[in-house]
């Protein structure tokens, strides 16, 4: 588990004692195909890994249209990142594409880990960063005649 963390761009270069503080920590979660992990606009509760399977992040259409697949994500991706640091809630929902094991970090301990850990809380804010989120009223185009150009 320490050498699979070590090579997530998140925890790479966190001291021993800081990788053994997430393994410590980290919670198990089987999902069959099909399971929504986390929906948008819930509380940003957990980090997750990818540990085995792959999901598709889905995004919320205005007005009530459907839900548009914004990427697919394989095993060993770090998830849910956006909102562990400062609260917020999820901006796209996260449904599994295959049957999938996740790694559970609770926000409480990525806040706790990163309090003690500068490294670790600069290195999910640039993930964050990396991954281009805005707030979700900026991620689409305003309804009606305030959406044309």
């Known amino acids: 588990m320490r050498e699979f963390l070590q090579n997530r761009e998140v925890f790479r270069g966190l001291s021993d004692a800081s990788i053994q503080r997430i393994a410590e920590a980290i919670e198990e979660v089987s999902l069959p ?4 992990l986390f929906r948008e ?16 992040v889905m995004k919320q259409l205005p007005a009530g249209g459907e839900a ?6 394989p095993a060993g991706t770090v998830i849910g ?15 599994t594409d295959t049957p999938s094991v996740f ?17 670790l809380r600069s290195r999910v804010h640039a993930l964050v960063l990396a991954r281009g989120h805005l707030p979700p009223t900026r991620d689409l ?3 009606g005649d305030a959406g044309i150009e």
């Open 68 to 73: 548009l697949v914004i990427a697919h994500l």
């Open 103 to 119: 790694w559970k970090l609770r926000r409480s301990t990525v806040q706790a880990l990163a309090a003690t850990d500068p490294l």
């Open 141 to 143: 185009p305003p309804e």
């Open 81 to 95: 990142e956006r909102g562990v640091l400062d609260g917020t809630v999820r901006v796209a929902s996260v449904v």
């Open 33 to 36: 195909v099909d399971t929504s």
């Open 41 to 56: 606009g819930e509380p940003a509760d957990a980090l997750y890994i990818i540990r085995a399977g792959s999901v598709r």
